[in-house]
Protein backbone atom coordinates (compact mmCIF):
# COMPACT_ATOMS: atom_id res chain seq x y z
CA UNK A 1 0.00 0.00 0.00
CA UNK A 2 0.99 3.63 -0.11
CA UNK A 3 2.90 3.54 3.20
CA UNK A 4 4.63 0.04 2.78
CA UNK A 5 5.91 1.41 -0.63
CA UNK A 6 7.07 4.84 0.78
CA UNK A 7 8.72 3.16 3.86
CA UNK A 8 11.14 0.65 1.25
CA UNK A 9 12.15 3.79 -0.20
CA UNK A 10 13.37 5.99 2.62
CA UNK A 11 14.74 2.26 3.66
CA UNK A 12 16.79 1.41 0.59
CA UNK A 13 17.68 5.27 -0.10
CA UNK A 14 19.30 4.89 3.09
CA UNK A 15 21.38 2.41 1.76
CA UNK A 16 19.62 -0.90 3.67
CA UNK A 17 18.94 -3.97 1.39
CA UNK A 18 15.15 -4.31 1.52
CA UNK A 19 12.67 -6.49 0.15
CA UNK A 20 9.37 -4.92 -0.33
CA UNK A 21 6.42 -8.32 0.26
CA UNK A 22 3.25 -7.84 -1.71
CA UNK A 23 0.27 -9.92 -2.10
CA UNK A 24 1.38 -9.63 -5.97
CA UNK A 25 4.32 -8.56 -7.58
CA UNK A 26 3.52 -4.89 -9.08
CA UNK A 27 7.24 -4.05 -10.03
CA UNK A 28 5.94 -2.71 -13.38
CA UNK A 29 3.15 -1.03 -12.31
CA UNK A 30 4.11 2.62 -11.79
CA UNK A 31 1.15 3.33 -9.83
CA UNK A 32 2.20 0.77 -6.73
CA UNK A 33 5.50 -1.41 -5.20
CA UNK A 34 8.63 -0.82 -6.95
CA UNK A 35 7.08 0.77 -10.26
CA UNK A 36 6.14 3.43 -7.98
CA UNK A 37 8.79 4.39 -6.11
CA UNK A 38 11.05 4.52 -9.34
CA UNK A 39 8.07 6.72 -10.94
CA UNK A 40 8.88 9.16 -8.33
CA UNK A 41 12.37 8.95 -8.07
CA UNK A 42 12.50 9.44 -12.13
CA UNK A 43 10.33 12.33 -11.25
CA UNK A 44 12.75 13.71 -8.71
CA UNK A 45 15.60 13.63 -11.50
CA UNK A 46 13.93 14.82 -14.23
CA UNK A 47 13.24 18.06 -11.66
CA UNK A 48 17.09 18.13 -10.98
CA UNK A 49 16.30 17.45 -7.28
CA UNK A 50 17.87 13.44 -7.36
CA UNK A 51 20.94 12.51 -8.99
CA UNK A 52 20.21 9.42 -11.52
CA UNK A 53 23.26 7.47 -9.47
CA UNK A 54 21.67 8.26 -6.42
CA UNK A 55 18.53 7.10 -8.17
CA UNK A 56 20.25 4.19 -9.25
CA UNK A 57 21.63 3.55 -6.28
CA UNK A 58 18.74 3.02 -4.28
CA UNK A 59 16.36 0.87 -6.75
CA UNK A 60 19.74 -1.57 -6.88
CA UNK A 61 18.98 -1.83 -2.90
CA UNK A 62 15.38 -2.75 -3.71
CA UNK A 63 13.63 -6.45 -4.28
CA UNK A 64 10.19 -7.39 -3.71
CA UNK A 65 8.05 -10.72 -2.96
CA UNK A 66 5.33 -12.68 -2.53
CA UNK A 67 6.24 -14.68 0.09
CA UNK A 68 6.27 -13.57 3.47
CA UNK A 69 8.92 -16.53 3.67
CA UNK A 70 11.50 -14.79 1.77
CA UNK A 71 11.95 -12.03 4.39
CA UNK A 72 13.73 -14.65 6.82
CA UNK A 73 16.82 -13.09 5.99
CA UNK A 74 16.06 -9.75 7.51
CA UNK A 75 17.65 -8.49 10.96
CA UNK A 76 14.07 -6.12 10.81
CA UNK A 77 10.69 -6.26 9.40
CA UNK A 78 8.33 -3.26 9.70
CA UNK A 79 4.65 -4.80 8.63
CA UNK A 80 2.48 -2.19 7.08
CA UNK A 81 -1.24 -3.92 6.40
CA UNK A 82 -4.43 -2.69 6.73
CA UNK A 83 -5.83 -1.49 10.17
CA UNK A 84 -7.07 -4.66 11.30
CA UNK A 85 -5.84 -6.81 14.04
CA UNK A 86 -6.47 -10.04 12.73
CA UNK A 87 -4.97 -9.30 9.36
CA UNK A 88 -1.84 -7.86 11.28
CA UNK A 89 -2.05 -10.96 13.16
CA UNK A 90 -1.66 -13.45 10.09
CA UNK A 91 1.79 -11.73 9.25
CA UNK A 92 3.27 -11.75 12.76
CA UNK A 93 2.72 -15.34 13.56
CA UNK A 94 4.37 -16.02 10.05
CA UNK A 95 6.78 -13.88 10.61
CA UNK A 96 7.51 -15.37 13.85
CA UNK A 97 7.73 -18.52 12.04
CA UNK A 98 9.79 -17.86 9.34
CA UNK A 99 12.22 -15.17 11.38
CA UNK A 100 15.36 -15.71 13.18
CA UNK A 101 15.03 -14.89 16.72
CA UNK A 102 17.63 -11.93 16.51
CA UNK A 103 14.79 -10.19 13.77
CA UNK A 104 12.96 -7.37 15.25
CA UNK A 105 9.19 -7.38 13.92
CA UNK A 106 8.26 -3.86 14.10
CA UNK A 107 4.81 -2.40 13.26
CA UNK A 108 3.82 0.54 11.16
CA UNK A 109 0.26 0.53 13.02
CA UNK A 110 -1.28 3.80 13.67
CA UNK A 111 -3.57 2.52 16.58
CA UNK A 112 -3.31 -0.89 17.52
CA UNK A 113 -1.92 -1.78 20.64
CA UNK A 114 1.45 -3.43 20.25
CA UNK A 115 1.27 -5.66 23.12
CA UNK A 116 -1.71 -7.03 21.42
CA UNK A 117 0.28 -7.28 17.97
CA UNK A 118 3.60 -8.59 20.20
CA UNK A 119 1.21 -11.60 21.95
CA UNK A 120 0.72 -13.36 18.36
CA UNK A 121 4.67 -13.93 18.77
CA UNK A 122 6.67 -15.93 20.73
CA UNK A 123 9.35 -13.10 20.77
CA UNK A 124 7.29 -9.98 22.50
CA UNK A 125 10.46 -8.23 23.44
CA UNK A 126 11.50 -7.73 20.03
CA UNK A 127 8.15 -6.37 18.78
CA UNK A 128 7.90 -2.61 18.48
CA UNK A 129 5.46 0.15 16.83
CA UNK A 130 7.91 2.68 14.02
CA UNK A 131 4.76 4.35 12.85
CA UNK A 132 5.57 6.63 9.51
CA UNK A 133 3.29 9.22 8.54
CA UNK A 134 2.11 10.16 5.10
CA UNK A 135 4.03 10.47 2.77
CA UNK A 136 6.69 8.38 4.14
CA UNK A 137 9.58 9.85 2.35
CA UNK A 138 8.39 13.24 2.93
CA UNK A 139 8.19 13.11 6.74
CA UNK A 140 10.57 13.37 8.90
CA UNK A 141 9.68 12.33 11.68
CA UNK A 142 8.69 8.24 12.84
CA UNK A 143 6.69 7.28 16.16
CA UNK A 144 8.29 4.81 18.64
CA UNK A 145 5.96 2.88 20.66
CA UNK A 146 7.09 0.36 22.98
CA UNK A 147 5.20 -2.61 24.30
CA UNK A 148 4.26 -3.59 27.60
CA UNK A 149 6.67 -6.18 26.82
CA UNK A 150 9.26 -4.89 24.67
CA UNK A 151 12.86 -4.84 25.64
CA UNK A 152 15.17 -1.55 26.18
CA UNK A 153 17.36 -3.16 23.55
CA UNK A 154 14.68 -3.77 21.05
CA UNK A 155 13.82 0.04 21.40
CA UNK A 156 17.67 1.39 21.64
CA UNK A 157 17.96 -0.61 18.27
CA UNK A 158 14.47 0.67 16.81
CA UNK A 159 15.62 4.32 17.36
CA UNK A 160 19.23 3.97 15.81
CA UNK A 161 17.31 2.37 12.78
CA UNK A 162 15.46 6.34 12.62
CA UNK A 163 18.04 7.76 12.93
CA UNK A 164 19.89 6.06 9.71
CA UNK A 165 17.25 6.86 7.78
CA UNK A 166 17.44 10.37 8.55
CA UNK A 167 14.50 10.69 10.44
CA UNK A 168 13.30 12.10 13.85
CA UNK A 169 11.80 9.55 16.58
CA UNK A 170 9.31 10.61 19.33
CA UNK A 171 7.97 7.99 21.67
CA UNK A 172 4.63 7.33 23.00
CA UNK A 173 3.14 5.03 25.29
CA UNK A 174 1.47 1.85 24.36
CA UNK A 175 -1.40 3.62 23.88
CA UNK A 176 -4.66 3.72 21.32
CA UNK A 177 -3.77 5.95 18.73
CA UNK A 178 -0.09 6.67 20.63
CA UNK A 179 0.57 10.85 20.22
CA UNK A 180 -0.50 11.74 16.67
CA UNK A 181 -3.57 10.06 16.05
CA UNK A 182 -5.00 10.21 19.24
CA UNK A 183 -4.77 14.29 18.79
CA UNK A 184 -5.04 14.02 15.26
CA UNK A 185 -8.22 11.49 14.29
CA UNK A 186 -11.23 13.59 16.62
CA UNK A 187 -10.32 16.84 14.78
CA UNK A 188 -10.75 14.92 11.55
CA UNK A 189 -13.84 13.22 12.42
CA UNK A 190 -15.26 16.25 14.01
CA UNK A 191 -15.02 17.97 10.44
CA UNK A 192 -16.51 14.98 9.04
CA UNK A 193 -19.46 15.68 11.28
CA UNK A 194 -19.47 18.86 10.22
CA UNK A 195 -19.83 18.18 6.53
CA UNK A 196 -22.24 15.88 6.89
CA UNK A 197 -24.75 18.19 8.74
CA UNK A 198 -24.52 20.70 6.62
CA UNK A 199 -22.94 23.25 8.73
CA UNK A 200 -20.69 24.32 5.87
CA UNK A 201 -19.30 23.77 2.27
CA UNK A 202 -16.26 20.72 2.43
CA UNK A 203 -14.47 23.63 0.78
CA UNK A 204 -15.02 26.05 3.12
CA UNK A 205 -14.13 23.74 5.98
CA UNK A 206 -10.41 22.68 4.23
CA UNK A 207 -9.87 26.44 3.48
CA UNK A 208 -10.52 27.74 6.79
CA UNK A 209 -8.33 24.93 8.52
CA UNK A 210 -5.39 25.20 5.56
CA UNK A 211 -5.72 29.19 5.30
CA UNK A 212 -7.35 30.31 8.86
CA UNK A 213 -4.36 28.07 10.50
CA UNK A 214 -1.47 27.47 8.07
CA UNK A 215 -2.29 24.12 7.53
CA UNK A 216 -0.73 21.82 4.69
CA UNK A 217 -4.24 20.52 3.98
CA UNK A 218 -7.75 21.05 5.39
CA UNK A 219 -9.28 17.95 7.24
CA UNK A 220 -11.16 16.83 4.30
CA UNK A 221 -8.77 16.51 2.01
CA UNK A 222 -6.06 15.33 4.39
CA UNK A 223 -8.90 12.32 5.24
CA UNK A 224 -9.01 11.63 1.69
CA UNK A 225 -5.13 11.53 1.18
CA UNK A 226 -4.85 9.31 4.36
CA UNK A 227 -7.40 6.52 3.37
CA UNK A 228 -10.84 7.16 5.14
CA UNK A 229 -10.88 3.06 5.57
CA UNK A 230 -7.45 3.95 7.87
CA UNK A 231 -8.98 6.36 9.54
CA UNK A 232 -12.35 4.28 9.65
CA UNK A 233 -10.29 1.12 11.57
CA UNK A 234 -8.67 4.11 13.63
CA UNK A 235 -11.63 4.90 14.99
CA UNK A 236 -12.68 2.23 15.84
CA UNK A 237 -9.55 1.51 17.66
CA UNK A 238 -9.92 4.39 19.57
CA UNK A 239 -13.49 4.50 20.48
CA UNK A 240 -13.09 0.48 21.98
CA UNK A 241 -10.08 1.84 24.25
CA UNK A 242 -11.67 5.08 25.43
CA UNK A 243 -15.55 4.50 25.56
CA UNK A 244 -15.90 8.11 23.75
CA UNK A 245 -18.49 9.62 21.59
CA UNK A 246 -15.78 11.71 20.02
CA UNK A 247 -13.99 8.94 18.41
CA UNK A 248 -17.45 7.40 16.97
CA UNK A 249 -16.89 7.06 12.82
CA UNK A 250 -19.55 9.19 11.51
CA UNK A 251 -22.21 7.81 10.30
CA UNK A 252 -21.51 8.95 6.68
CA UNK A 253 -17.36 7.91 6.76
CA UNK A 254 -18.51 4.14 7.44
CA UNK A 255 -21.10 3.97 4.45
CA UNK A 256 -18.36 5.81 2.39
CA UNK A 257 -15.92 3.11 3.31
CA UNK A 258 -18.84 0.82 2.38
CA UNK A 259 -19.27 1.90 -0.93
CA UNK A 260 -15.40 1.94 -1.25
CA UNK A 261 -14.92 5.80 -1.33
CA UNK A 262 -11.69 5.17 0.37
CA UNK A 263 -10.32 8.41 -0.70
CA UNK A 264 -7.28 9.58 -3.23
CA UNK A 265 -5.92 6.13 -3.53
CA UNK A 266 -9.57 4.80 -5.00
CA UNK A 267 -10.11 7.67 -6.84
CA UNK A 268 -13.33 9.12 -5.24
CA UNK A 269 -13.59 10.30 -1.17
CA UNK A 270 -14.53 14.08 0.35
CA UNK A 271 -13.20 14.87 -3.37
CA UNK A 272 -13.23 13.07 -6.31
CA UNK A 273 -9.75 12.52 -7.99
N1 LIG B 1 5.30 10.20 -1.91
C1 LIG B 1 6.54 10.71 -1.91
N2 LIG B 1 6.78 12.03 -2.03
C2 LIG B 1 5.74 12.86 -2.16
C3 LIG B 1 4.42 12.38 -2.18
C4 LIG B 1 4.22 10.99 -2.05
N3 LIG B 1 2.99 10.45 -2.02
N4 LIG B 1 3.58 13.45 -2.34
C5 LIG B 1 4.37 14.54 -2.40
N5 LIG B 1 5.65 14.19 -2.29
C6 LIG B 1 6.81 15.06 -2.28
C7 LIG B 1 6.99 15.75 -3.60
O1 LIG B 1 7.76 14.95 -4.48
C8 LIG B 1 7.74 17.01 -3.17
O2 LIG B 1 9.11 16.71 -3.00
P1 LIG B 1 10.22 17.77 -3.39
O3 LIG B 1 10.03 18.94 -2.45
O4 LIG B 1 11.51 17.04 -3.19
O5 LIG B 1 9.92 18.12 -4.81
C9 LIG B 1 7.18 17.35 -1.80
O6 LIG B 1 6.57 16.13 -1.33
C10 LIG B 1 6.13 18.42 -1.84
O7 LIG B 1 5.15 17.98 -2.76
P2 LIG B 1 4.30 18.96 -3.68
O8 LIG B 1 5.09 20.20 -3.95
O9 LIG B 1 3.76 18.20 -4.83
O10 LIG B 1 3.01 19.26 -2.82
P3 LIG B 1 2.86 19.99 -1.46
O11 LIG B 1 3.83 21.09 -1.25
O12 LIG B 1 1.41 20.27 -1.41
O13 LIG B 1 3.19 18.87 -0.37
C11 LIG B 1 2.53 17.18 1.10
C12 LIG B 1 2.57 17.65 -0.34
C13 LIG B 1 3.96 16.94 1.58
C14 LIG B 1 1.77 15.87 1.11
C15 LIG B 1 1.86 18.29 1.97
O14 LIG B 1 0.62 18.65 1.42
C16 LIG B 1 1.63 17.86 3.40
O15 LIG B 1 2.54 17.92 4.22
N6 LIG B 1 0.38 17.47 3.71
C17 LIG B 1 0.02 17.00 5.05
C18 LIG B 1 0.42 15.56 5.17
C19 LIG B 1 0.15 15.02 6.52
O16 LIG B 1 -0.42 15.64 7.40
N7 LIG B 1 0.59 13.78 6.70
C20 LIG B 1 0.34 13.06 7.93
C21 LIG B 1 -0.94 12.32 7.80
S1 LIG B 1 -1.31 11.47 9.28
C22 LIG B 1 -0.49 10.03 9.12
O17 LIG B 1 0.14 9.72 8.16
C23 LIG B 1 -0.57 9.15 10.29
C24 LIG B 1 -1.64 8.18 10.29
O18 LIG B 1 -1.45 7.12 10.89
C25 LIG B 1 -2.97 8.41 9.75
Not at 73 to 82: F, M, P, R, S, Y
Not at 198 to 206: H, N, S, V
Not at 220 to 230: A, E
Request: charged share 25%; net charge neutral.
Amino acid sequence: GQMGGGIAQVCAAAGFQTITHDLFLTRDNPKVGIGAIRSRLERQVGQGKLDQSAMNATLANLSDTTRLEDLAGCDLVIEAVIERLEDKAVVFRTLDQACPAHTILATNTSSISITEIAKETKRRDRVIGTHFFNPPPVMPIVEIVQGLETSDETLANAKDFVSRIGKRSIFSKDRAGFIVNYLLIPYLLDAMRMYENGWAAREDIDDGMKYGCGLPMGPLVLSDFIGLDTIYYIALVLLEEFREPKYAPPPLLKRMVLAGRHGRKSGKGFYEY
